[in-house]
């Protein structure tokens, strides 16, 4: 699935994304809206990662879908 695909189904995906980073709150998630670099930015906050760490965990779950 590519992040297009992911932006205009994020009310489905948040889900899975909820379940591979638990800390985010459903607030965030909501507020991140599917914006690949607000996630990113939130994984890297959250979980006190640096930003190239953060952003392969997210490309990893991208493929995942």
């Keep these: 699935m590519n992040w297009d695909q ?3 189904k994020w009310e489905q995906v948040k889900g ?4 591979q980073w ?7 998630l909501q507020q991140a809206k599917g914006n690949r670099e607000q996630l990113v ?5 959250r ?4 930003r190239d760490v953060a952003e392969k965990e997210v490309a990893e779950w991208e493929h995942r879908l």
Excluded: N
């Excluded at 979980?47 to 640096?50: D, N, R």
């Design 41 to 45: 930015g939130l994984v890297q906050e």
């Design 6 to 8: 992911i932006e205009g």
């Design 16 to 19: 899975s994304a909820r379940e």
């Design 47 to 50: 979980y006190g990662k640096a």
């Design 22 to 28: 638990g800390k985010l709150t459903d607030d965030e």
